[in-house]
């Protein structure tokens, strides 16, 4: 019997655990045609503002060892835009669409989601509270427990979607972080968008990014995810969402075991595109050598071994 | 779809048409050139969909649903998955006829994205109806896994020769994004050539990437996404042909020059570079065409003329399309030497991490508006790029 892969987020029911993370798949359909989105459960959109934002100068990204720095600065359509124009061929993929949200201000926040009230085809929306590419709102909103719960309560209040919190890999505080979430009425929390960085170009001994910083992504940021992602899910009942260098099944995997309920992919697919596929495929021949029917079969399994007393 | 499916398939036509397939038209579309799918619901089957692929070109040639579970979505779904069946396939257009009194079917057509391209009259027999020709062009970007053919070094230079798995056409000036092996990013290289499935790229190693592709070895895979971008336009009427390539930029120019040269169009040739050593003779040779003048220009004079491509530019610009790529800092004196009435094409560079309009990393920003080098260039018409090199 081939395993289920069926995940549930809150309400939300997706066919498989596998997602786009926001930023690294446009609108959805820019990858059409070039692989298969047979895989994904899930689309997640660009983050949304308001006003069309024109993002930061180049360069934006630089390659790094183990993973890349990207200073986009949030560069998107705006939300009148995407409703005209993006979200209409975005409802033709038949997929789940998960629209990812930004505000400069908690003002922001709740009329770029107002806006996506009764939208066609959103399925839950993932507010952004940790971009650390712009001066204003951002991972400064994500790094305060009282901020979060004022976002993620206001928005509860006026637009009836499943929310997903978005943080920033603060592993120091993220269980308080996570809690305000999960107490304001969060559906999910998306464990995490990259980590601020840098890179200097010492030939001109000037930062790299056209941003001057940026923030970290790749393999290099998925040892700290995953601790996040086991540490949440064990202490709090509110359903994961990971991100953060996942490349190989074998990655795929490791979330699932340490309790996360859906798995993003952003970096690994500019080095490898068909990555949804393989990941895809991966974890299903893992499921099958062990007998395993669902996903459940996995989700927090890493959990049982008792903790090391210190 | 296969034969034991045959009698439910058989029962959902003839309550669908009124003039059914029978047995054999289906059994013949079991294999290829046919492909036939069915949808099911816990062992029921609820629709099909039949088509013919042959050569890059799809023909829709039944799709059904049962009576009572029409209007739910699953003729979207199977047509859709017909359109991704096909882009796998490589196929560039899918085609379907459609009988023009058939309003459901149409939008639904038309939904996909398929727009009415003709007409076939009298097309049914049972009442003599029109049938409309309708067709899908499929973009066709496409990832494949290339395989190393040869690594020419030539000086600085260097030639990747790569066997793709299907012929794909492509316009000078488009680019592919390829793995470097052990990298995070694939690099963005001009196509150099690319006919009857043998992808060349011509790069110099310059850094990480750049240096891990001209070490890859001879029936190594590499993975490329291509063709990818816009590329040059043809001049207009009876214009001539200026391609101003410095450096590197010769690389995305070379195909350039060839093709104009074999559609007759007289093709003037600058190519500047620091020293003799970046002008082998083997793309020298196939730059000897009758209607191609080269004109080397190196900053050392160890080869042509001595100074800085910039600094020989011509006078006269009548009748002439230029077409330029090269170093930002020679595209800008490019552009401000040249006087505006004259057609101006640039080939830019930015960092890249998509190549497909995904990631907005390679922004071209300037008063007019943010563009994406990688979708909508690389290469610009003079006015689109306006003050964003400053
Ligand atoms: C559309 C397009 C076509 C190109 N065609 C060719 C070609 O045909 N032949 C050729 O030799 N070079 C070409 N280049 C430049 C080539 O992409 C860079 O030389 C190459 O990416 C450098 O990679 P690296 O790993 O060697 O350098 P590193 O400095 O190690 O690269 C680090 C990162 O910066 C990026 N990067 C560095 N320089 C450039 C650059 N000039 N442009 C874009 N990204 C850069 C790399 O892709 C990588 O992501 C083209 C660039 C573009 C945008
Ligand atoms: C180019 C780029 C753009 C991104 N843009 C966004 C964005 O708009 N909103 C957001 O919430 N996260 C954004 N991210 C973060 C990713 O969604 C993801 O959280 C992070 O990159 C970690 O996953 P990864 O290692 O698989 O890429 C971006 C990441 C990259 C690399
Ligand atoms: S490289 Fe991603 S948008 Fe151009």
């Not at chain 1, 983050?47 to 390659?63: A, F, Q, T, V």
């Not at chain 1, 009230?117 to 940790?130: F, H, I, M, R, T």
């Not at chain 1, 995997?253 to 990555?275: E, Y």
């Not at chain 2, 001049?235 to 104009?260: H, V």
């Amino acid at each position: 019997m081939t395993p289920c892969l069926e995940t549930h987020i809150g309400s939300l029911r997706l066919k498989t655990p596998l997602m786009p993370a926001s930023g690294t798949f446009g609108y959805g359909d820019e990858y059409l045609g070039i692989i298969s989105y047979e895989p994904l459960g899930a689309i997640v959109t660009k983050s949304l503002s308001l006003k069309p934002k024109r993002g930061n100068p180049p360069p934006r990204i630089h390659e790094l060892p183990c993973g890349m720095l990207n200073s986009i600065g949030l560069e998107n359509v705006g939300i009148k835009r995407f409703l005209e124009e993006k979200l209409p061929r975005l409802s033709e993929l038949g997929l789940p669409v998960v629209v990812s949200i930004f505000g400069e201000s908690e003002e922001e926040f709740l009329r770029v989601g107002e806006s996506l009230k009764g939208a066609p085809s959103v399925s839950a929306l993932e507010v952004n509270l940790s971009c650390p590419n712009v001066r204003k709102g951002g991972a400064a909103f994500g790094a305060d427990p009282e901020r979060v719960f004022h976002i993620i309560d206001n928005l509860k209040e006026r637009v009836d979607l499943p929310l997903w919190a978005k943080l920033p890999p603060d592993p120091f505080h993220i269980l308080e972080i996570a809690e305000a979430a999960q107490k304001a009425g969060a559906h999910a929390l998306t464990l995490v968008n990259t980590l601020p960085a840098m890179a200097m170009d010492i030939q001109r001994g000037r930062p790299v990014l056209g941003g001057i910083t940026g923030g970290l992504s790749g393999p290099a940021l998925m040892p700290v995810a995953l601790k996040m992602v086991y540490e949440v899910t064990r202490k709090l009942k509110i359903p994961v969402v990971a991100a953060g260098g996942i490349s190989r099944w074998e990655d795929a995997m490791a979330f699932l075991l340490a309790g996360a309920s859906a798995l993003q992919i952003g970096t690994a697919l500019f080095s490898n595109p068909r990555v949804f596929s393989e990941v895809h495929e991966g974890i299903l021949r893992f499921m099958r050598e062990r007998g395993m029917t669902t996903i459940e079969d996995l989700r927090g399994k890493a959990h049982e071994v008792e903790d090391h007393p210190l | 779809m296969a034969e034991e499916d045959l009698p439910q398939v058989l029962a959902i036509e003839k309550a669908s048409f009124t003039t059914p397939w029978g047995r054999w038209a289906f059994l013949v579309e079991l294999k290829p050139p046919g492909y036939a799918f069915v949808y099911e619901e816990e062992g029921r089957i609820l629709g099909y969909a039949v088509m013919r692929i042959v050569e890059d070109e799809g023909h829709l040639m039944n799709l059904s649903v049962a009576p009572p579970w029409r209007k739910r979505g699953i003729g979207s779904d199977l047509l859709r998955f017909c359109i991704e069946f096909c882009l796998h396939k490589g196929v560039s257009s899918l085609w379907l006829e459609v009988r023009e009194s058939n309003e459901a079917a149409i939008s639904l057509y038309q939904k996909m994205g398929f727009a009415v391209k003709g007409r076939r009259k009298s097309y049914y027999q049972d009442t003599g109806e029109d049938a409309l020709l309708m067709g899908l062009s499929l973009p066709r970007k496409i990832l494949q896994e290339a395989k190393v053919k040869a690594v020419r070094t030539m000086g600085p230079l260097c030639i990747l020769e790569l066997s793709l798995q299907s012929e794909i056409p492509f316009e000078p000036g488009q680019f592919v994004m390829i793995e470097a092996p052990g990298r995070p990013l694939m690099r963005p290289l001009s196509i150099f050539g690319l006919e009857k499935k043998m992808l060349k790229l011509l790069l110099r190693p310059v850094g990480t990437g750049t240096r891990a592709l001209v070490e890859v070895h001879t029936g190594q895979t590499l993975r490329v996404l291509l063709p990818l971008g816009k590329g040059y336009p043809m001049p207009q009427g009876r214009q001539k042909a200026w391609l101003l390539a410095g450096g590197m930029g010769i690389a995305s120019l070379f195909p350039l020059a060839l093709k104009l040269s074999r559609k007759g169009i007289p093709v003037r040739l600058l190519w500047g570079a620091r020293n003799s050593s970046w002008f082998p003779a083997p793309l020298l040779w196939q730059l000897t065409e009758k209607s191609i003048s080269l004109e080397l220009i190196t900053e050392d004079g160890s080869m042509g003329r001595k100074g800085l491509i910039t600094e020989v530019l011509p006078k006269e610009w009548e009748n002439a399309t230029v077409y330029a790529c090269g170093p930002k800092e020679m595209m800008k004196r490019i552009l401000s030497i040249i006087p505006p009435h004259v057609k101006v094409y640039v080939s830019l560079e930015e960092r890249m991490a998509c190549g497909v309009g995904a990631c907005q990393a390679c922004v071209l920003s300037g008063r007019g508006g943010n563009k994406l080098v990688c979708r909508d260039g690389p290469v610009f018409e003079r006015e689109e790029i306006g003050d964003s090199l400053s």
